[in-house]
């Protein structure tokens, strides 16, 4: 995948997150992981295997990963 298809990719994540973050009921746990999962596979694909295992860049968020790249 290019750059602008990860970065749309994680566009999309961060709307499921905050569409489900927002909702009276809480996301089930396994969806959350699975979001959270890929999130972070994703941030690996843009940010390289060297500074994705940096700690300053582990657990971004899928907003904060828009906005690195943006």
Partial sequence: MTKQEL???VRLLSAIESWGLSQEKRMP????????????AVGQALLGPDLSSNA???????AMI????S
């Fill in 29 to 40: 746990d396994y969806l959350h992981d699975d979001l959270s999962a890929t999130i972070d």
């Fill in 7 to 9: 970065l749309r990719l």
């Fill in 56 to 62: 300053a860049f582990s657990g971004l968020s899928a």
């Fill in 66 to 69: 828009c906005y690195a790249f």
